[in-house]
């Protein structure tokens, strides 16, 4: 339509320029009669929907330019009602298969023990009963019950919970889950068709079906415009006949309408995309612009939906980062989901483990093997032989179970060593991000998780939620959301399976894939593809500033467009000059259209060299971090382990504390500070970290003067309780002021947050997935 229309004004000008006016006018006629008719067709999809729209002005206005042969006047017009519905279908046509991510990752086949045989059959020939194998990694296909042994499964797609669920022989399994580790046999207790995956797709496809209703913006600012257009009209008609009532309806024609609202929503598209979200059409970015309320998962979105190593909690006297490097080795040859998590974070403190001289796994218990002529157990408590637990891992233990954490044990030569904590983190920018969803108009907050209650709360206090609604299942989420969107408008905000009806459902569904193509980023109406919640921030904030900017152009198009049409009817603006000078009308909404480009206030205020720096300190907040639970071990030591023990690991740690630590704040303070400072503007943005550093600094001589007046002599019972008085004051300080600025400064660099505890990858290795 756009070139068709376009050829022939151009075709027409270049006839009239050669002389053959005649010509030229039939092309010209063409041009309006074409967009004559793709005008009547807009009106005709109108009225089927019960709207009536601008495009009657534009019917109008090429019916009577053509009738009173103002044929120029009508071309201009077609041209730019094609420029504007060619903007608007490419704004909304990023169409998607909305379940073809579920679709792609469902099984197709099953492998079903037969006779003591192995046959491959299509999964709907998997009966109730049917005995099925699932190997390492692979999809259960359809629930069933667990029979040869006791298993570990990654759930995290349908319950939202990224840690391993173990499960014992008879605990039923559900389809879509994947097996984390060796092969395991299951007995079909549904058919494919019945199976929990099943259903997921389907209620994916029932909440495709009943799609969020949407008007385009430009069609409700339509109704007083037609009035006052008709008005204008009759006058102009019965001062100065049909010629100055075209002219009139000429200068009416509602480009601005047309062309400001596509504008706006491509340039948003665009700067939105140049920012890792993707929105899947401008209908998309409108509805977002209206949202009120937010109804976000809490794995992977929330937290990082990776399981962490956190702590190391090792037996008194020793090393923490030893017990890690070694269990860290024999893990290298498991394929158990836990076993990357390990790995990469004893590379990620710069240790390197070795390979074992032999290895052998239990599944569902754990791996034993042989390390420098050590044995080394890595696994469940009983298993290694810390059952009953000593009273050093009791606690921690106890700790990690109230704060939603899992525990491995590892045990060398036979004797327990340690306690390794796994969690899933909260995101450092998640805090920021709800700060910004607030404060672009987003009033109520909810999040919903399949994880247990204790965890969702104390995840749901940390970053600030209005509600916290926990051991959700996907249709108990998709209720949710329906009961939220009673209220008010509601994007919904996830990242698994489980998420995938709801995203579907919701006014707008948010999916955070970082990038990798999921049933929920599928299903989802914006894809954030970068490891970048605070992103989620922006997208409000651009949706809205980019509707503003719409609307700004639409008052100025139509205010300028009012005074051309009094100008045209009182008889001072002839057809063809109205039509020139409503495109300059065009080109000034367009223009103003384009500043929905340009970078937002929610754009990152840090330039690339700040993000490089933000990189550098996170880096060494992994180091930081390793002295952080060195220094809680050795002050838990204080008056258990023998004084010179004692006065040997503080003189160690104060070491560690003047050669690296303390460099460390210092080149924060100096170099780090004044780029924020910079950047964030405002009256010392930064003060309150600057005075942590004082404190953090004063800690550490104290703890040097009083190693100074021992004099290398033992300490006693009072020189113990102040060296543990002052080594939990500095782990508490220094703790929290490292958390805060991977909260508040350090999350602002444009690159993808880097996973928390492995920022080192480490080597390809047997086994590791």
């Known amino acids: 339509m756009l070139v068709a229309t376009g050829v022939a004004l151009a075709t027409g000008g270049i006839l009239h320029l050669a002389g053959a006016g005649g010509a030229g006018d039939v092309a010209w006629a063409a041009s309006g009669g074409l967009g004559l008719a793709y005008a009547v067709g807009a009106v005709a999809a109108s009225l089927r929907h019960g709207r009536l729209g601008v495009d009657v002005i534009a019917v109008a206005a090429l019916a009577g330019a053509l009738w009173v042969g103002e044929l120029l006047a009508g071309a201009v017009v077609s041209v730019m009602l094609a420029t504007g519905r060619t903007l608007e279908t490419w704004a909304a046509g990023r169409a998607r298969r909305d379940l073809a991510a579920l679709l792609a990752r469902a099984p197709r086949t099953a492998r079903r023990l037969s006779g003591g045989t192995i046959e491959v059959v299509d999964l709907d020939q998997v009966a109730v009963g049917d005995l099925i194998t699932v190997g390492p990694g692979e999809v259960v296909p ?4 667990v ?6 499964f990654d759930e995290s797609a349908l319950t939202g919970e990224p840690l391993p669920v173990e499960r014992p022989v008879g605990d039923v399994v559900r389809s879509g889950v994947v097996n984390a580790g060796a092969a395991v046999d299951i007995r079909a207790v549904t058919a494919a068709a019945e199976s929990t995956y099943a259903g997921i797709v389907r209620m994916v496809a029932e909440a495709e079906a009943v799609p969020a209703p949407f008007v385009r913006l430009a069609d409700r600012w339509a109704g007083w415009f037609l009035a006052v257009t008709a008005v204008a009209t009759a006058v102009a008609f019965w001062q100065g006949g049909a010629p100055r009532a075209v002219a009139v309806l000429v200068v009416a024609t509602p480009c601005p309408l047309i062309l400001a609202v596509p ?20 209908p998309v970015l409108e509805r977002l612009a209206g949202c009120t309320t937010a109804l976000l998962d809490k794995t992977g979105t929330i937290t990082t939906g990776r399981p962490a190593l956190s702590t190391v909690v090792a037996r008194p006297g020793l090393d923490p980062d030893e017990a890690l490097r070694l269990a860290a080795s024999v893990d290298q040859v498991s394929p158990h989901v836990l076993a990357r998590a390990v790995v990469s974070a004893a590379y990620g403190r710069g240790l390197v483990p070795e390979p074992p001289g ?3 796994e239990t599944p569902g218990q754990g791996i034993r093997g042989s390390v420098g002529g050590t044995e080394v157990a890595v696994g469940r408590a009983a298993w290694v032989g810390m059952d009953p637990l000593p009273d050093w891992a009791r606690n921690a233990r106890r700790t990690a179970r109230r704060e939603g ?27 920021r991000t709800l700060a910004a969803l607030r404060s672009a108009g987003i009033d109520r907050i909810v999040m919903a998780t399949g994880d247990r209650g204790e965890v969702a709360r104390m995840v749901g206090e940390v970053v600030g939620v209005d509600e916290v609604l926990s051991e959700q299942t996907p249709a108990e989420k998709l209720h949710a959301l329906e009961v939220e969107r009673r209220r008010a408008p509601t994007m919904m905000v996830g990242d698994g399976i489980n998420d995938a009806p709801a995203l579907a459902a919701a006014d707008v569904g948010v999916a955070v894939s970082g990038g990798n193509a999921t049933a929920s980023s599928e299903a989802a109406d914006v894809v954030l593809t970068v490891e970048r919640v605070d992103r989620l921030g922006e997208a409000v904030q651009l949706a809205r500033r980019t509707r503003r900017i719409a609307r700004q152009s639409v008052v100025a198009g139509m205010g300028m467009s009012l005074a051309a049409m009094v100008a045209a009817g009182a008889g001072y603006l002839p057809a063809v000059a109205g039509a020139i000078l409503q495109e ?6 367009i223009v103003n259209a384009l500043r929905a480009l ?11 060299a700040g993000s490089e720096l933000t990189r550098r300190f996170h880096t060494e907040h992994v180091a930081i971090r390793a002295f952080l639970e060195r220094l809680r071990q050795v002050a838990d030591d204080l008056g258990v382990v023998p004084p010179e023990q004692s006065l040997a690991e503080v003189t160690a740690l104060q070491r560690q504390m003047v050669e690296e630590v303390l460099p460390h704040e210092a080149a924060e303070n100096d170099v780090l500070y004044p780029v924020l400072e910079r950047a964030l503007g405002g009256q010392d943005p930064t003060g309150t970290m600057t005075r942590a550093h004082v404190e953090i600094a004063h800690l550490v001589r104290r703890i040097g003067d009083l190693l100074d007046d021992l004099g290398g002599a033992p300490p006693d019972a009072a020189d113990l309780a102040e060296l543990r008085r002052l080594c939990y004051g500095l782990h508490a300080v ?3 002021h490292t958390e805060q600025e991977e909260e508040s400064y350090l999350s602002l660099g444009e690159d993808a947050a880097p996973a928390p505890e492995g920022a080192l990858t480490p080597p390809p290795h047997r086994g590791a997935r």
Do not use: Q, Y
């Open 584 to 589: 300059a009308i065009d080109t000034a909404v």
């Open 405 to 431: 954490a899992m525990t491995v044990f590892v045990a060398t030569g036979g004797e327990p060593a340690a306690m390794l904590v796994l969690e899933d983190r909260v995101r450092p920018d998640a805090r």
């Open 358 to 360: 032999w290895a052998d």
């Open 263 to 282: 504008v706006a929503v491509v340039a948003g598209l665009s700067r939105s995309a140049r920012r890792g979200v993707v929105m899947k059409g401008g």
């Open 142 to 145: 359809v629930d069933g019950t």
């Open 598 to 608: 340009r970078p937002g206030p929610a754009a990152s205020p840090l330039d690339a």
């Open 147 to 152: 029979t040869s042994h006791a298993a570990v």
């Open 734 to 736: 220094l703790a929290l």
